[in-house]
């Protein structure tokens, strides 16, 4: 049976903008089912790093809050820290950053809350049947969240070869040391040619797994984590990376973590994917690239796959815009793969198997 997925364009007029657009997405969903008076509602969103303009504009979030707000319930925004060395590693930093990047509560209308605590480890272990974890580490504050409404900007992703409401869900879910976990099958490699030995990746490596020579950096894959921050640092692209296993493995392991996050949350969750600034990299960089389409619109459902799948489907339905990364290529059927030569629908194909959702959908135009 195919799911639900409701669909808005970039075009507005008077008495329609695009927050009048979102209002309607969430009637269209009937996202008022997932919630009930009181309930405490996670609002799973990325505040974006420290230098990254991409992420979804703060103005947008007060209208989910305040639709949240009508049903007597209690909103809060909420992310897990990161794994890499960046502006967002621990709570503290992790609010500022957010507060910095406009989502401050007179803006949002809500608190912001770290889901997993002021280190990263306030977790919950989660039991579930996979095929990679048996249970998986989950920030306790989305866990104990009576219901959850993940709000996602779709994207590129240099590990996943794309990012959505699954990553958003899964990776974004996890602990920092649940991230490890699902980064574990990654090790970059660096291209002695191309490496000018300026030192940058080492101020991201959270670590301190990479050593300078003379002439290139030198990875100590014993201290690797798998994180790829240095993959998206490198300005000369001299790191690329190095499968130990089929790519597909770090999109299943996170996929597995968002059946974890939603195994308490049966009829208590919505999915909302801001097909906008579709930037080649994650929100994780401390830049925004040009995007490689024009903006698409916003998609709204109660799968996550579906939702994910016609995000996906719609992007590959534009036309390449000549100024991004993918230059003047045109005709390209995938252009996640294109970017990074990852088969991204593999996390689709596995959470449509562990019954997350369908990846069969029907796409209503509000």
């Excluded at 104990?144 to 070869?161: I, M, P, Q, R, W």
């Excluded at 301190?208 to 490198?234: F, M, P, R, W, Y």
Aim: aromatic residues 8%; positive net charge.
């Amino acid at each position: 049976m195919s799911s639900k997925v409701y669909f808005t364009d970039m075009r507005a007029k008077k008495g329609s903008n695009l927050m009048d657009k979102l209002e309607r997405l969430y009637d269209s969903c009937e996202f008022a089912q997932i919630v009930d008076s009181g309930d405490l509602v996670a609002i799973k969103i990325h505040f974006g790093e420290r230098g990254n303009t991409a992420y979804i504009r703060p103005p947008f979030l007060k209208i989910l809050v305040e639709k949240i707000k009508k049903a007597n319930a209690k909103p809060f925004l909420t992310d897990t820290n990161t794994l890499y060395a960046g502006s967002r590693q621990n709570a503290v930093d992790h609010l500022k950053t957010a507060v910095e990047n406009g989502f401050a509560y007179a803006v949002v209308g809500a608190p912001l809350i770290i889901a997993d605590g002021l280190n990263g480890k306030d977790y919950l272990k989660v039991n579930i049947s996979g095929k990679h974890f048996k249970e998986v580490n989950i920030g306790s504050a989305l866990y104990h969240a009576d219901s959850l409404l993940t709000v996602s900007h779709f994207k590129g992703h240099e590990l996943t070869g794309f990012g959505g409401a699954l990553k958003n869900l899964g990776m974004g879910s996890g602990s920092r040391s649940g991230k490890q976990m699902m980064h574990s099958d990654v090790l970059p490699a660096i291209d002695s040619q191309k490496c000018k030995v300026c030192g940058r990746c080492l101020e991201w490596c959270p670590g301190d797994a990479i050593i300078l020579s003379e002439n290139h950096a030198q990875i100590l894959d014993k201290k690797c984590l798998g994180c790829g921050e240095c993959i998206v640092t490198c300005p000369h692209g001299a790191i690329e990376i190095s499968w130990k296993t089929q790519p597909r493995t770090i999109q299943e392991k996170m996929v597995e973590y968002a059946l974890g996050v939603l195994k308490n949350k049966n009829q208590k969750t919505g999915f909302i994917n801001f097909v906008i600034n579709v930037t080649p990299d994650c929100d994780c960089s401390s830049w925004s690239d040009a995007p490689i389409v024009a903006d698409v619109g916003i998609l709204a459902s109660r799968d996550p796959v579906a939702v994910d799948q016609a995000s996906f489907d719609l992007v590959n339905q534009q036309d390449v815009l000549p100024q991004s990364c993918l230059g003047k290529k045109q005709n390209i059927t995938d252009k996640f793969y294109a970017l990074h030569q990852i088969d991204s629908t593999a996390q689709l194909a596995y959470a449509e198997s562990l019954g997350l959702g369908t990846r069969s959908y029907k796409l209503i135009k509000i």
